[in-house]
């Protein structure tokens, strides 16, 4: 409890840090800039400094007004509310700040909006790979570590400690993705994480994960900051590669330059003495849930060290709102993924994902509610029951169908067990209102690894995969997982976040070329990447109908078609050889003679029946 009690200290006096006699300035303004020709003409600029609450604020520029000044309790802010009509050419406006017989300015820039390509969504023709960039490449090791920062250090063979992985190493690695499959890459948080070393659990560890922010409009220096961003987001553009951005609404970093002196005391939830959430979902849902439970689980601190974000508050809101918005235009991202999703304020994700969605129709939103049921699953997307509350996100994180396809191959085959459970999660589909939206997976960042969790089965881990590439939804890939990469998170999640080999200066091995993956790990990386790129030069796979048939004795069969294409998948995940009668599957093999073996080439001649040997998966392509 010590160190619960030292961080509520420690944020009381955040709050009591409020200028007194200073000479008012103006020492930041945010968002650093915006831009004309926004559908939404509202902006609302943070004014940050001493005393800069207590100045009284105009401007003078064509087709910009200044509608409304906010004052809240802390006098080194004030919160200016701006109209930017249509007409608003680009150019750099003067906020003018009086007060005590000072007159105080600030250049503001008004940008023209650029076309580059941006916002362009995700959908299933896609397949997301999944990596952090700490761990993944280091392409400037001259980014490794900086003195002037909260943690000064970094150690590649300290697995707590940053490796010095960055945005340029990612980029450095195009023609990888590009040959494995992808087509969208999601990278965890890109920005600043300017924390310091928290102990947990007795190890003092870094933030390398990136979801502590700490300066909403920067990106971590360590990475290679903003500049390198877009230089990535070019590249990958360029290379017919999309970029997910992964948000954090519901909580910053301790070390956040705002929390320093804070806004208001309801700029964060406040709790008498520390409380966690509680991590439970049901109470969000369960109609007869103690009013207490629920607000333990959206209220509560996620961690001590990342302070919970209040978005009942209209500046907070304001804040975070205009900040994805900011980073859509500025970076050029395609998609959105939200970290956390099932703690924060439910209206105040909708309305974020309408103001994203109004300025980007096309982006995705697929947020992380980590829960084991459909009707939980389906209360935080789209969906077709009638919850209190209605939730407007696109997608999802499908971790119902993930937990299934897991179960699917550790369990033997049963009434509800083995591979009916994946059956029976994708048959409850009806709930949603577009279950193609949910992006399916394997595995995380936060969970074992795949191949360790399936005993290193290679087998299953070719059925895994190929559930993956073939079922519905968007799938998206973790790091490493196409060479074999395992462990469980024991003794932490260092160890399912190890270095990509190759990645970093003095690698014994260099695993993004064929020369360097062996055995197994080449044979992986050559499934993932005949099956990704069928995939993906296949509408009727990844964006046809499905029509999936009841498992028999451990066997799994479904259709993925098209008017232009029709493909079979089979799994059997018996030890043994197992004979289809293809005339149960007459309904969509009417008319087909032949069919061809997508993984292997084979050209099957007879569809009366087809021998799938024991732990196998088949993908044919079905001919007249």
Known sequence: ???????????????????????????????????????????????????AGTLTYSLAYPGVRLVKTHRVENPNYAFLDLVVAPTAKPGTLTLTGKGGGQTITRAYELKARDREPKGQGVTTADFIYLLMPDRFANGDESNDKFPDLADTQSDRFNPFLRHGGDLQGVGQHLDYFKELGVTALWLTP???????LTNEGGTFRSAYHGYGFTDHYQVDKRLG???????????????????????????AGINHWLLKDAPSKDWLHQWPTYTNTSYKYQPITDPHAAAIDRKVTLDGWFVPFLPDLNQSNPFVANYLIQHA???VEEFAVDAWRVDTYMYNDQPFMNRCNAALLAEYPK??????????????????????????????QPGGLDFVVQTAMLDALRQNFGWDDGVNRLYAALAQDAVYEDPTKLVTFLENHDTDRFFSVIGED??????????????????????GTEILMKNFKNPSDAEVRRDFPGGFPGDRDNKFTAAGRQGREAEAFEYVKKLANYRKATPALHSGKLMQYLPQNGTYVYFRYDAAKTVMVATNTNADEISLDMGRFS??????????????????????????????????ELTR
């Open 458 to 479: 290679f087998d299953k881990y070719k059925i895994g995969a190929t559930w993956l590439l073939t079922t519905r939804g968007i799938p998206h890939w973790y790091y």
């Open 363 to 392: 982006i995705h939103i697929f947020g992380e509610s980590w829960v084991n049921n459909v009707v939980d699953q389906s209360y935080y997307v789209r969906n077709k029951i009638a919850f209190p509350f209605k939730s407007n």
């Open 1 to 51: 409890m010590k160190p619960h009690r030292h961080l509520l200290t420690l944020f009381f006096l955040f709050f009591g840090v409020f200028a007194h006699a200073q000479s008012p300035q103006i020492t930041r303004v945010d968002p650093t800039h915006w831009w004309v020709g926004m559908k939404n003409p509202n902006l609302q600029l943070l004014v940050y400094g001493p005393n």
């Open 190 to 196: 890109v920005i600043e994480n300017n924390q310091p």
């Open 587 to 620: 309904e969509r093999t009417n008319g087909f003679t032949r069919a061809l073996n997508v993984m292997t080439g084979e050209t099957l001649s007879d569809l009366k029946t087809v021998k799938l040997p024991g732990k196998s998966a088949v993908v044919l």
């Open 225 to 251: 900051g903003n500049a390198a961003y877009k230089t990535l987001v070019k590249q990958a553009h360029a290379q017919g590669l999309k970029i997910v951005q992964d948000a954090v609404y519901n909580h």
């Open 325 to 327: 918005i900011w980073s």
